[in-house]
């Protein structure tokens, strides 16, 4: 297991589009260093230039283990992106996991 000051290093690199530290780390799957840049402060509700918060970026790439994390600190599965679409909009049909998570129907 990688120690707090790695994990801190490699969540805090800037990425070349600019997007914030806690959007990089959903993207990337890394639970561990989204809960540590929320426990340094980072915004759960944080939005990039398309309005997405982590939610919508969890939900979209099929990250249900972030999802859970973000919804249980207090993440709005009601905000909107530009576009108009809630977090449970952008997850897959065949994520059963994120579904359920949601509480949307699942036909197994």
Same mark, same amino acid.
């Given at each position: 297991?990688?120690? %707090?000051? /790695?994990?801190?290093?490699?969540?805090?690199?800037?990425?070349?589009?600019?997007? #914030? #530290?806690? *959007? +990089? =780390?959903? @993207?990337?799957? %890394?639970? +561990?260093?989204?809960?540590?840049?929320?426990?340094?402060? #980072?915004?759960? *509700?944080?939005?990039?230039? /398309?309005?997405?918060?982590?939610?919508?970026? #969890?939900?979209?790439?099929? &990250?249900? *283990?972030? =999802?859970?994390?973000?919804?249980?600190?207090? =993440?709005?599965?009601?905000?909107?992106? /530009?576009?108009? /679409?809630?977090? $449970?909009?952008?997850?897959?049909?065949?994520?059963? +996991?994120?579904?359920?998570? &949601?509480? @949307? $129907?699942? %036909?197994?």
């Amino acid at each position: 297991m990688q120690n %707090n000051l /790695e994990i801190v290093i490699s969540c805090c690199v800037t990425s070349y589009n600019r997007m #914030a #530290a806690i *959007h +990089e =780390a959903v @993207l990337t799957g %890394n639970l +561990e260093c989204v809960q540590l840049l929320v426990h340094y402060g #980072a915004d759960i *509700h944080q939005r990039d230039e /398309e309005g997405w918060t982590p939610l919508h970026m #969890a939900c979209s790439d099929g &990250f249900p *283990h972030i =999802a859970r994390y973000l919804l249980s600190l207090g =993440a709005d599965p009601e905000l909107e992106n /530009e576009c108009g /679409e809630k977090p $449970a909009d952008l997850i897959e049909p065949e994520n059963k +996991e994120l579904l359920r998570l &949601f509480g @949307l $129907a699942v %036909n197994d």
